[in-house]
């Protein structure tokens, strides 16, 4: 028997909650094995949300195993440092390299395949393309005995290129690809050979964590040299030119002139730092209005809790915006442009507002809400509703453990 998330074991036909679907995925006997692979080791792009839903997927009792690529190196921000934090143990025996690597890539399907057959997982659900690459290769040729489900996830928010190697991924091998984005699903739907074999389920997010009513975070605003009586902004971004920091500095020049207690706080760094930000601040008189914080990794959450109002203009390597939706669950309303995944999460006028690319429409976007503290604060109510009613890491656990259960049953 595959036992189902969210719904009865006998028949179907009601939900259960968490509690009760966690008490029988212990008591019974329970079907489904899952390895997730992630081909890589940084703390990067969509490695925070494939393991909130690792997490969410063993607190509901499933049965979970995450390989990443093993450290080069010793390094702190880490997937592992990450996982291990939260009680999840990685395994390291496959070297999943982030980019294709002929010898890596070989030695890694031979090794696949024996896991696969040695411990019976029966769902392989991947997160990177290198790391479905290897699946594949994994899976071709392998009994029906001991071949599992291949589940692919896209964090990138964009349709894949349909070329001939993304095409012969989804020709028959993968069973199940999970996208965060409607738009680009319904793209790779046309481009590929996916029968009905695509979904759109949200990236998680770990909601106890991202919520506004956390009381257990210190004040930054003293050690970042803000008062209460400024309006806070903030950005979490690598600061490159392509993340459009040259429109954010000329629309907060415009804006600072209307609401000269705006402020903005910038968390992130770049190795074009001083060129991207440093020297442009310098020259337009920003440097007492805009605080460069740096990367945080302690004081993080407390970052976010200090903003007033969270700015997102180009996703970054993590198409599913995981900043602005963190930002968001905070109950922190937002400003965005038409850019990815953007406006999939942002809904424009009701928790934030959607900008064109000009500095002048962000310049008016950040008067309009340094201005009225109500209309920050309803949008910030609904920010953080939408965040807990859609991408709650528990909810999307059940929806992916239920799509994995209908695939093994051969249901689409």
């Not at 990067?44 to 080069?72: F, K, N």
């Not at 000269?260 to 060129?275: C, D, M, S």
């Not at 503290?373 to 939408?386: E, N, Q, W």
Request: contains cysteine.
């Amino acid at each position: 028997m595959i036992l189902r998330a969210g719904a009865c074991p006998v028949n179907g036909a009601s939900r259960l909650p968490t509690s009760v679907f966690r008490f029988l995925a212990r008591t019974i006997s329970f079907d489904l094995r899952i390895l997730h692979l992630f081909s890589d080791w940084k703390w990067t792009g969509p490695a925070e949300p494939a393991l909130d839903l690792v997490a969410a997927q063993r607190e509901i009792g499933l049965d979970v195993t995450l390989a990443c690529t093993p450290l080069p190196f010793e390094a702190r921000d880490t997937i592992e440092a990450h996982a291990r934090r939260r009680g999840i143990e990685i395994r390291t025996d496959l070297a999943l390299r982030k980019h294709y690597h002929p010898w890596h890539n070989w030695r890694d399907r031979g090794r696949l395949r024996t896991i696969l057959k040695r411990e019976k997982f029966n769902v392989v659900h991947c997160h990177r393309l290198q790391d479905h690459w290897v699946a594949a290769a994994a899976m071709r040729g392998l009994p029906p005995t001991h071949r599992p489900i291949l589940v692919r996830t896209c964090y990138d928010g964009v349709p894949q290129i349909p070329h001939w190697r993304n095409r012969r991924l989804y020709a028959g091998v993968t069973d199940w690809l999970i996208h965060a984005s409607e738009a680009a699903c319904k793209e790779d739907a046309r481009n590929f050979p996916l029968a009905g074999r695509a979904s759109v389920i949200p990236a998680p997010l770990d909601t106890r964590r991202w919520r506004p009513d956390r009381t257990d975070l210190p004040d930054l605003r003293g050690s970042l040299g803000l008062s209460r009586d400024h309006v806070v902004f903030g950005i979490v971004a690598r600061i490159q030119g392509k993340r459009r920091f040259d429109l954010l500095w000329e629309a907060f020049v415009r804006a600072s002139r209307e609401v000269p207690q705006a402020r903005l706080v910038v968390i992130g760094r770049g190795t074009r730092q001083r060129e991207v930000a440093e020297e442009p601040l310098r020259k337009m008189g920003l440097t007492d209005r805009v605080i460069l914080a740096g990367y945080r990794v302690e004081d993080y959450d407390a970052a976010l809790a200090t903003l007033d109002a969270k700015i997102y203009l180009v996703p970054g390597t993590d198409g599913t915006c995981r900043a602005l939706r963190q930002a968001m669950a905070m109950g922190k309303p937002a400003i965005g442009t038409r850019r990815g995944m953007i406006p999939q999460i942002v809904t424009d006028g009701t928790d934030g507002i959607l900008v064109d690319e000009t500095p002048d429409a962000l310049a008016g976007a950040i008067a309009r809400l340094a201005n009225d503290i109500d209309l920050r604060a309803r949008m910030g109510i609904v920010a953080a509703a939408k965040a807990r009613s859609e991408w709650d890491a528990m909810a999307v656990a059940r929806k992916v453990a239920d799509g994995y259960s209908r695939r093994a049953d051969g249901v689409k």
